[in-house]
Structure formats: C-alpha cells, structure tokens
C-alpha cells in the first residue's frame, strides 16, 4: 500500500494479526484465540526480524470450550505475560439482562514456561477491551465499558460506562474501581448511542495516567488519574474521532504516537443510519507529553473504500493496537472484517515530514467514494467518482478527473497530508469547457468526499465559479493557497486573488484537501487536476 512519497507502513500478512508484544530480547508475540482439536487455545506468532516476518502459529495455552473471545496480553516488567480475556454467558439477547461477556485473567510464570488457572476479575456485559496496562509502580489496569442493565442506547449518556479493574500483585486479586465515566449521546446520530466505552491508557511521565475513551461525540474523550483507580470525570480531548477507539504507546525516546480514526460521522441517510467514520485510521506525534502533535496522517487506508461494502460483517480499519520494535519502529495492528485485519511497521520520524506531493500515478492515497441509493441495517451501496485519465497534453501522464457524470452526488475527493497550522498548498488545474463550478477546501479532519459538512466545516472553502473569472477553461493554471491560523491568501498563477477568513479553529493545524464538484446538474466537463503539492512551515 502507497502511503504517499514516503512509505509510512509496511502491510504484513493479513493472517494471524492481533496484539502483540516486544520481549526484552527484541522478538515479538502476537496472539489469538483459535478452536482446534475440541477445545480453545491461545496460539502465538513469532518474528525476530522487527515484526517482518512470523513465524506459524503454535498453541501455548488450552482453554475449556466454554465461548472465550480475543486475548489482549500485557508483557509485565517482571517478563510475563498476563492476557485478559472477554466469555460469553448466557443465551438471551438483553446486555447485561440475560447475555454477559464477563472478563477473565490468567498470567503466565517461570519466564512464561507455565500458565495460570483462568479467574474471573469482572461479571457483568464488557465491551470490546482495547489494552492492559501496567504503571511504573508496578499496578496493572485493564480498563473497559461495563453495559448497565435496561439502559436505552439513546440520550442522555447510553448503556456505557468506563471503568477498570486493578492488581496490585502481579494479577493474583483484582479489584474494581469506583468510577463510572459517562460521555454525552445525541438524538439522530448516525449510530449506536453506546455511551463511553473501548477506552486505552498510558501513563504520563508526571505520574498521571491518561485514558482516551471512544464515544459518540465527535471527539475521543479524556479522564486523568494519579493511581488508576479514581478518575476525572471524562471531557472532549482535541481528537475529533468518529465513534471508534483509540491507542497510545511511547516510544524509547519519551515521546507519545496515538492511533485512531480522525474521522468526522456523516449524517443519516435521511432517515436511516449508515456505517462509516472507519475509512482511514490516523497517527499523531508529541514531544511534550501531549500539549502539542503534529502528523495527523493516514496509517491505513481501507483498500475497498472506493466500492460498496459487504453486507455481512464487520470493516474498516479502526482497533488498533501497537508495540515498539527493537530497532524503533511501531508494529500497528488495526482493522476489522475479512481481510482487514493487518499488520504495518510505521516509522515515527514519518509524523514529522514537512511536504507531501501527488503526481497521479496511482489513487491510493484519495477518498473518491460517493453513497447512493437507500440505506438498510447501516449498509449503502458506494461508487467511485473521479478518475484518473489522459493527460491532455503530456503522453503517458494522468490526471485526476473531477466532475458530475449522472444524478447522483457530484464528485468529491479528499487527499490528506501532514497537519500544520502554517503552510503553502499550490495545485495545478484546468477548467474544461462547460466547467460547472468546485470548491476547494483545507480542514482538519477526514470528512466523506462527498458530505457537505466537510465544506460547511471547513476551516478555509475557496468557490470556483463557473464563470470562468478565476479558471480561464481550457487553460492550466497553478492556484496557490497560503494559510495560517487566521488567514488563507488564494493565488493564481502568482497573482493575488482573494483572501479567506478561517471559520473555525484547528489547534494542530489543517491536515486535509476536499475538491467537490458544485455543477448543479450534469457535467460532463468537470476540472482536471495535474499534480498537488504541500509544504509546511
């Protein structure tokens, strides 16, 4: 996968891929759950090369064949490994009525020569559990949604409420602790009104503890703690999130890289709910303890975005979990639905490149999707708008084509680059003749190419008529935008040609380029795009 001029990840084999760990000798684990000879086992994978190649699988623990989910292991600072793992129990259909999924633990010993009888350390109904954590003091957390019992998933904060479970002795008793962190649901949203759930930790070097927590608010939410036990009631963080989770690990060096989907939900298919906000899955990098990031770039990107999904199952990239390789890279490991669980090497220096360019050799790194049709159980059909076609006047070149072929939407395409509150983003267009009009806007956050929120939101939206006042059709011109936190000043061919206002504020920065089709009706004609280049500053 092309992740622009520089490669930021490296996919491995889609096969075997879930949490993993690094050894103290620099060898990484990986495990999951697997049904094999009548019973259930964890089995591990193993590369010595920096997460490059695996080795097959083998089973290391045999389970009973009660329906145990996914291991999430923790390597403890003693060099054992811990996994908790979510069972089901029950048969009814009620979340925490008559259906459960309590969670259990059991650790290994002798330098993970032998393992521990499974014990329960929570009975309830868990969400999806996103990370074991242990602090520097030697106390282990695993935090998690717990489903009250015969709470609507609507306003005012759904069924979900964040918590965890503590040891203080290497995982032998557990203990809960008292908070129950509550985010804000609203009527209509384009989803499941959970509440706040799937929350990730990591400890800060003041001795604070930080818990990102998935909601359905637009925005990861945050809660601090001094032990991991109490915690700040949770509040907006600066991620502006879809309804997904997050995970942070730190790097050798001190500094923190967060994975998650920066992705604004679309509205409603009128009426009707449609799975999305999951396209891309996002990294950002801080030096200082998270007051400031920078990055904000695509990790992965969903190879189908561009097609209708399936109908069936789970998709998108979003879970992810890391660990730090030995020779300083990230092992990332995000995805969900067949074929999209996967394994990438990122290298953390990539966050911080200061231009980025696209030259259409390929689409990869564009988000040209447009819904159609009605919605059902979440599912729309999709289709792929703009395309690349011949260049006009360079043999053997493409660009991108932009316009508004039948009655559906007009095209949108979203391009995404590394996030800076300062810089020069120059494309090369051509209006054709006939051109029925674009807008052309910088955000900070991945909009669908073809949601009007994403202009409506944007940061600066610049409109191109179709009167040819600022593209003379049939002419290649090079349109420069200059932008800082208040200002976006618009060029064309070096020539002043207007000033825009930012509408809205982007702390860390614009990371994003949405080019929409306006035509009003068909337009066969669109605008053609030869090349987009970004520098930061």
Not at 468 to 493: E, Y
Request: aromatic share 10%.
């Amino acid at each position: 996968m092309d992740l622009g001029a520089n490669h930021a990840a490296t996919p491995g084999a889609p096969n075997y891929a879930n949490a993993a760990v690094t050894l103290p000798d620099g060898s990484i684990e990986s495990f999951f759950r697997r049904s094999a000879n009548g019973h259930v086992s964890i089995f591990r994978t193993r590369s010595i090369d920096n997460g490059r190649n695996w080795s097959e699988p083998e089973a290391i623990v045999h389970l009973s064949v009660e329906p145990w989910g996914g291991p999430m292991p923790l390597l403890d600072r003693a060099g054992e490994l811990h996994f908790v793992i979510p069972k089901v129990r029950g048969n009814g259909r009620k979340p925490a009525v008559d259906k459960f999924i309590d969670l259990w633990h059991l650790r290994s010993t002798g330098g993970r020569a032998r393992w521990s009888e499974p014990q329960r350390i929570f009975e309830g109904y868990c969400g999806a559990q996103q990370g074991v954590f242990q602090l520097k003091n030697g106390r282990i957390i695993a935090p998690f949604a717990d489903w009250l019992p015969d709470v609507r998933t609507a306003p005012p904060t759904g069924p979900s409420v964040t918590t965890c479970v503590y040891s203080d002795d290497s995982g032998k008793t557990w203990r809960r602790s008292p908070a129950k962190l509550t985010a804000p649901c609203h009527d209509g949203y384009n989803g499941s009104n959970y509440g706040a759930c799937e929350p990730t930790l990591i400890e800060l070097k003041d001795g604070r503890v930080w818990m990102l927590i998935r909601t359905q608010d637009g925005f990861l939410y945050e809660s601090f703690s001094t032990d991991g036990v109490d915690w700040s009631p949770a509040k907006r963080s600066r991620f502006h999130s879809s309804n997904s989770p997050a995970f942070p690990v730190r790097l050798p060096d001190g500094r923190i890289v967060v994975f998650w989907n920066n992705c604004e939900m679309p509205p409603r298919a009128g009426k009707d709910g449609v799975y999305s906000g999951r396209d891309a899955l996002h990294a950002a990098i801080s030096g200082d303890e998270g007051k400031t990031w920078r990055g904000f770039r695509e990790v992965y990107r969903d190879a189908t975005r561009n097609g209708s999904p399936p109908k069936d199952g789970d998709r998108g990239t979003a879970y992810p979990h890391a660990t730090v390789t030995k020779d300083g890279k990230i092992l990332l490991v995000s995805g969900q639905g067949a074929d999209r669980r996967r394994r990438f090497l990122v290298d953390p220096d990539w966050l911080l490149e200061t231009s980025q360019s696209e030259n259409f050799a390929n689409l990869d790194a564009w988000h040209l999707f447009k819904g159609f049709g009605p919605a059902k159980r979440f599912w729309r059909d999709r289709v792929q708008g703009p395309a690349l076609i011949a260049h006009p006047d360079k043999p053997g070149a493409r660009v991108l084509h932009i316009r508004r072929p039948d009655d559906r939407d007009a095209d949108g395409a979203v391009w995404n680059f590394p996030a800076a509150r300062r810089g020069t983003l120059t494309l090369r267009l051509r209006a054709k003749k006939d051109f029925g009009g674009a807008l052309i806007s910088l955000t900070d956050r991945m909009f669908e190419p073809c949601d009007d929120n994403g202009e409506k939101l944007a940061v600066f939206t610049l409109s191109i008529g179709r009167d040819g006042a600022m593209l003379k059709p049939g002419q290649w011109h090079s349109l420069g935008l200059v932008w800082d936190d208040k200002r976006c000043a618009v060029t064309v061919d070096g020539n002043p040609a207007g000033d825009l206002a930012a509408r809205a504020p982007a702390d860390d920065g614009l990371s994003y380029l949405r080019l929409r089709s306006t035509a009003p009706a068909v337009d066969a004609a669109g605008f053609l795009v030869e090349s987009v280049n970004v520098e930061l500053r």
